[in-house]
């Protein structure tokens, strides 16, 4: 059961920007910061952004993120075709007392 | 390399029970929690639960609370899941998850993952 909400899908063609949201609420979001996986096809996820605009080291300054109040955002700039994958935000939920991850983007380059 | 590998996956009846096993290499184990995470095929990813450094601090999803277990032994620098009373809803590939050190709930690295199967 996803609590975060994300567009299914993005696309967009080498070289341009794709912009992906996640929206929560007071409990989540709201409240705590805000993590991005990357998940290559049949591959398993890996962490891409943490504490809603850090980068783990290896991952290129392509990839940034946002947060403002309820919602974050990842942004991908320079799309490249090994970008293609499957993007979740998470955070954790104060009500659930648990992580929570949100319904997943799947990014297409043209 | 920091690694961590999952087995114990299979094919198991409805009612039945199943043990996970998350081992661990090239860090200090015993200095981070450990979770799991599971993703139904071609659907989205869901927490299951999770352990704290020495063991003695458990959470787990409010799906599986009362039928699975997470416990860990950090002298062989292995995690486990032992899961009890399965459902089909529990069909998944189950990935354990190294929490960062100082963000507990954020998955630096994860395994390759190892599906379980429900079904009669």
């Known amino acids: 059961q996803s609590v975060l909400t994300q567009p299914p899908s993005a696309s967009g063609t080498p070289g341009q920007r794709v912009t992906i949201s996640c929206s929560g609420t007071s409990s989540n979001i709201g409240s705590n910061t805000v993590n991005w996986y990357q998940q290559p096809p049949g591959t398993a996820p890996q962490l891409l952004i943490y504490?809603?605009?850090h980068r783990p080291s290896g991952v290129p300054d392509r990839f940034s993120g946002s947060k403002s109040v309820t919602s974050a955002s990842l942004a991908i700039s320079g799309l490249q075709s090994e970008d293609e994958a499957d993007y979740y935000c998470a955070a954790w939920d104060d009500s659930l007392n648990g992580p929570v991850f949100g319904t997943g983007t799947k990014v297409t380059v043209l | 390399e920091v690694h961590l590998v999952e087995s114990g996956g299979g094919l198991v009846q409805p009612g039945g029970s199943l043990r996970l096993s998350c081992a661990a290499s090239?860090?200090?184990?015993?200095?981070?929690?450990m979770h799991w995470v599971r993703q139904t095929p071609g659907k989205g990813l869901v927490w299951v639960s999770r352990i704290n450094g020495d063991g003695s601090g458990t959470n787990y999803a409010d799906s599986v609370k009362g039928r699975f277990t997470i416990f860990r032994d950090n002298a062989k620098n292995t995690m486990y899941l032992q899961m009890n009373s399965l459902r089909a809803e529990d069909t998944a590939v189950y990935y354990c998850?190294?929490?960062?050190?100082?963000?507990?709930?954020?998955?630096?690295?994860w395994g390759q993952g190892t599906m379980v199967t429900v079904s009669a």
């Open positions: 998850a190294r929490g960062m050190e100082w963000l507990l709930d954020t998955f630096d690295i």
């Open positions: 090239e860090f200090t184990f015993s200095s981070h929690w």
């Open positions: 504490s809603n605009d």
